[in-house]
């Protein structure tokens, strides 16, 4: 029986090249480095992190995405995106009725009314606004508000094509 397996050339796959792996590199830890007298010698790796947290003990996962976040350069836009969960609780809760925010790009805030009417008090309220938002998200964050108003059914084509001046600002 043991002649049939010494005549067999062995083919290391699997656990058995990962054991011939592991013992050839046993005692290969780390790359050269000459020493002061010139020998060559082998830097080994620590092998305990030691009595001071570093990178390689477990990271919470708030400290692990808010350095995610500072890597990405992503403050303002969630502070921002933050700000329009809160939107009811900084501009108040009958603005937040009829004004809501669309969208933040480099300081400027779109805001979307449901009234032509509101569009006009929001114009009127827009540095109000600003000085409020900038309260919460810090100074300059944002610099210009930008007032649309409501979406309005078009009137130039179809089945009930408007002749003249139309129906205009009618919309609340």
Same mark, same amino acid.
């Given at each position: 029986?043991?002649?049939? @397996?010494?005549?067999?050339? /062995?083919?290391? +796959?699997?656990?058995?090249?990962?054991r011939?792996?592991?013992?050839?590199?046993?005692?290969? +830890?780390?790359?050269l480095?000459?020493?002061?007298?010139?020998?060559? &010698?082998r830097?080994?790796?620590?092998?305990?992190s030691g009595? /001071?947290?570093?990178?390689?003990?477990?990271q919470?996962?708030?400290? +692990?995405?808010?350095?995610?976040?500072?890597?990405?350069?992503w403050?303002t836009?969630?502070?921002?995106?933050?700000?329009?969960?809160?939107?009811?609780?900084?501009? *108040?809760?009958?603005?937040?009725? /009829?004004?809501?925010?669309?969208?933040?790009?480099? *300081?400027r805030?779109?805001?979307? +009314?449901?009234?032509?009417?509101? @569009?006009?008090?929001?114009?009127?309220?827009? @540095?109000?606004?600003?000085?409020?938002?900038?309260?919460?998200?810090?100074?300059?964050?944002?610099?210009?508000?930008?007032?649309?108003?409501p /979406?309005?059914?078009?009137?130039?084509? *179809?089945?009930f094509?408007? &002749? *003249?001046r139309g129906?205009?600002?009618?919309?609340g």
């Amino acid at each position: 029986m043991s002649d049939d @397996a010494d005549e067999q050339p /062995h083919e290391e +796959t699997g656990l058995d090249l990962a054991r011939s792996i592991a013992r050839g590199l046993a005692g290969k +830890t780390g790359p050269l480095r000459r020493t002061s007298k010139g020998k060559a &010698k082998r830097r080994t790796p620590p092998q305990a992190s030691g009595a /001071h947290p570093d990178d390689r003990d477990p990271q919470s996962l708030d400290a +692990t995405l808010g350095r995610f976040v500072a890597e990405q350069g992503w403050q303002t836009e969630l502070q921002v995106h933050g700000v329009f969960t809160r939107w009811a609780s900084i501009v *108040g809760r009958e603005v937040a009725e /009829h004004v809501t925010p669309e969208s933040y790009v480099e *300081g400027r805030l779109v805001v979307r +009314t449901d009234t032509t009417a509101w @569009a006009t008090q929001m114009k009127l309220l827009a @540095a109000d606004v600003v000085r409020r938002l900038n309260e919460e998200l810090g100074e300059g964050t944002v610099e210009v508000v930008d007032v649309l108003g409501p /979406h309005l059914p078009r009137w130039t084509s *179809g089945r009930f094509r408007v &002749k *003249g001046r139309g129906p205009r600002d009618t919309y609340g």
